[in-house]
């Protein structure tokens, strides 16, 4: 059984930063495509980033820049870290895997997921 768990969410104020964290049983990160997707009450599901496994990454217009997507297989995990954030930032982000030979450009286009977690709130204030 695979499952994913987000950590590292909280409440920040602009310009902070934060790392989210995604811990992954069941699972092997290195033969899927992962990412972050985030969505804030009232609003579109938006795909923030991912990475392939090519270890390519593609990034959301409105993170590129500021925000980092890695992963470690040894550890089982996937990391985002967002610096400079935004008051637009705040949401609740959840981890994604996505069809092994999807790019990391393919997902940032997809909502179709193998597999999320239950999610980590995000919120930034000014």
């Known amino acids: 059984q695979v499952r994913l768990v987000e950590s590292g969410g909280g409440s920040v104020q602009a310009g902070g930063s934060l790392r989210l964290s995604c811990a992954a049983s069941g699972y092997i990160y290195s033969r899927y495509c992962m990412g972050w997707f985030r969505q804030a009450p009232g609003k579109e599901r938006e795909a923030v980033t991912a990475?392939?496994?090519?270890?390519?990454?593609s990034y959301a217009d409105s993170v590129k820049g500021r925000f980092t997507i890695s992963l470690d297989n040894a550890k089982n995990t996937l990391y985002l870290q967002m610096n400079s954030l935004k008051q637009e930032d705040t949401a609740m982000y959840y981890c994604?895997?996505?069809?092994?030979?999807?790019?990391?450009?393919?997902?940032?286009?997809?909502?179709?997921?193998?597999?999320w977690g239950q999610g980590t709130q995000v919120t930034v204030s000014s």
């Open positions: 990475i392939d496994s090519d270890g390519s990454t």
């Open positions: 994604a895997a996505y069809h092994p030979l999807m790019t990391a450009i393919q997902a940032l286009g997809s909502h179709q997921y193998n597999y």
